[in-house]
Each structure stands twice: as structure tokens, then as C-alpha cells.
């Protein structure tokens, strides 16, 4: 079992950056791939970005590419998602989920696991 639990999110301003963490529980966390889905208000669930256990493997949404660096510590059991020059469209809740399967991630899946989302708002 691994529990996930973000923070980091909340309001900013268009042009700004915020750095969201994810928290996990479980042995097996370091073998995962790890990534991150956002829901804008209103719209279906996306996929933002997805990085597998050795970080040596990483993709991102057209949407965040160049802006959003994701990274995972597994001395820690955490994984992190830097977003820089965010813009209004941005503005979603945004879960960290985890997975055996890189693939599962990219393609979203049948993911395993999911965190229960922290919201980030970015005023224009």
C-alpha cells in the first residue's frame, strides 16, 4: 500500500511559481513511478507529467513543457512538481498518483494510487 498526501498548493499570480510535494507512505514507494494529474474547474482530469523510479525517464503535457520540472527524492519518499510561469489556465486541483507502471501514468490508466489533490489557483 502507498498513501500519498500533497501540499504546496494555493494562490498565485500569473508569471509566478509554486512548488507542490507529495508525501508517501510505503516501502515500495522507491520502485514506483510517480506523476502528477490536474483537474481544471469544470473539465475532465489530465495528465501533467510523470518521472519513473530512477528519474531517468520523464514526460510532460505539451501544456507545462518548459515550464513544469518534475522530481522525486526517494530518500525522503517524496516527489515534487516545480511549476514556473504559471498562468491562469493552470488553475486546478492537483493529485500525485503512483504506480508500478510508468505507462499506466502516461497513458492514465488504471493508476494504483492517488493523493487526495491540493488546489492551485493562479490570478491573471
Known amino acids: 500500500q502507498v498513501q500519498l498526501v500533497e501540499s504546496g498548493g494555493g494562490l498565485v499570480q500569473a508569471g509566478g511559481s509554486l512548488r507542490l510535494s507529495c508525501a508517501a507512505s510505503?516501502?515500495?514507494?522507491?520502485?514506483?513511478?510517480v506523476g502528477w494529474f490536474r483537474q481544471p474547474p469544470g473539465k475532465e482530469r489530465e495528465f501533467v507529467a510523470v518521472?519513473?523510479?530512477?528519474?531517468?525517464?520523464?514526460y510532460y503535457a505539451d501544456s507545462v513543457k518548459g515550464r513544469f520540472t518534475i522530481s522525486r527524492d526517494n530518500a525522503k519518499n517524496t516527489v515534487y512538481l516545480q511549476m514556473n510561469s504559471l498562468k491562469p489556465e493552470d488553475t486546478a486541483v492537483y493529485y500525485c498518483?503512483?504506480?508500478?507502471?510508468?505507462?499506466?501514468?502516461?497513458?492514465?490508466?488504471?493508476?494504483?494510487?492517488w493523493g487526495q489533490g491540493t488546489q492551485v489557483t493562479v490570478s491573471s
Open positions: 498518483t503512483a504506480d508500478p507502471q510508468y505507462n499506466n501514468i502516461l497513458l492514465g490508466r488504471g493508476v494504483d494510487y
Open positions: 510505503g516501502r515500495t514507494f522507491s520502485s514506483y513511478a
Open positions: 518521472v519513473n523510479w530512477s528519474e531517468r525517464l520523464t
